[in-house]
T-cell receptor, first 116, second 113 residues
């Protein structure tokens, strides 16, 4: 059981380049999330999705885009990379429905992104 | 806006000691509260989830309590072991949804031999 899989694990980008961070889950979870974690800070929600075709902004969405064409995949796109986007990015998923209140979020191992 | 604070930021204890990690939040209108563990270079692993209607949850040597009215939660770790060394984060979900968690900055725990 793979859980939440993120690729790549590490990446260095130049300012102005673009890239897509991949996230896939095999638990048939409806909800998926993207967070960023900066040193000494808590995780900040970038975007989330409650199901295929539905996405919404989190706390820090500027500079990012997402799409959700399938239940399994939730890629995060950086269009014009900036040094402020240097961070560790985590994807997570969770179950939605009547029992959602007692279902935790499951996290991937993260993508460490440096923009120089 | 919900704010989550964890004190202390770092803690070092000898093996075998019982310890308490603290989490406070400013808005008591929460859906649930979760405690996570994060190992260096890894993602988060859910330890315990407390629903807003519950007062505590237990799993093995871990016990988490929730006092919504005072905006506090504690994570109690009994008989600590070196393998418990990690960063522990708490997160609260707003009323009506399990999504959009607000995280604290974590407590970095080191258990020494």
């Amino acid at each position: 059981n793979a859980g939440v899989t993120q690729t790549p694990k590490f990446r260095i980008l130049k300012i102005g380049q673009s890239m897509t961070l991949q996230c896939a889950q095999d638990m048939n979870h409806n909800y998926m999330y993207w967070y960023r974690q900066d040193p000494g800070m808590g995780l900040k929600l970038i975007y989330y999705s409650v199901g295929a075709g539905i996405t919404d902004k989190g706390e820090v969405p500027n500079g990012y885009n997402v799409s959700r064409s399938t239940t399994e995949d939730f890629p995060l796109r950086l269009e014009l990379a900036a040094p402020s986007q240097t961070s560790v990015y985590f994807c997570a998923s969770s179950y939605s429905g009547d029992r959602a209140s007692n279902q935790p979020q499951h996290f991937g191992d993260g993508t460490r992104l440096s923009i120089l | 806006k919900q704010e989550v604070t964890q004190i202390p930021a770092a803690l070092s204890v000898p093996e075998g000691e019982n310890l308490v990690l603290n989490c406070s939040f400013t808005d008591s209108a929460i859906y649930n509260l979760q405690w996570f563990r994060q190992d260096p270079g890894k993602g988060l692993t859910s330890l315990l989830l407390i629903q807003s209607s519950q007062r505590e949850q237990t799993s093995g040597r871990l016990n988490a309590s929730l006092d919504k009215s005072s905006g506090r939660s504690t994570l109690y770790i009994a008989a600590s072991q070196p393998g418990d060394s990690a960063t522990y984060l708490c997160a609260v979900g707003p009323t009506g949804t399990a999504s959009k968690l607000t995280f604290g900055t974590g407590t970095r725990l080191q258990v020494t031999l």
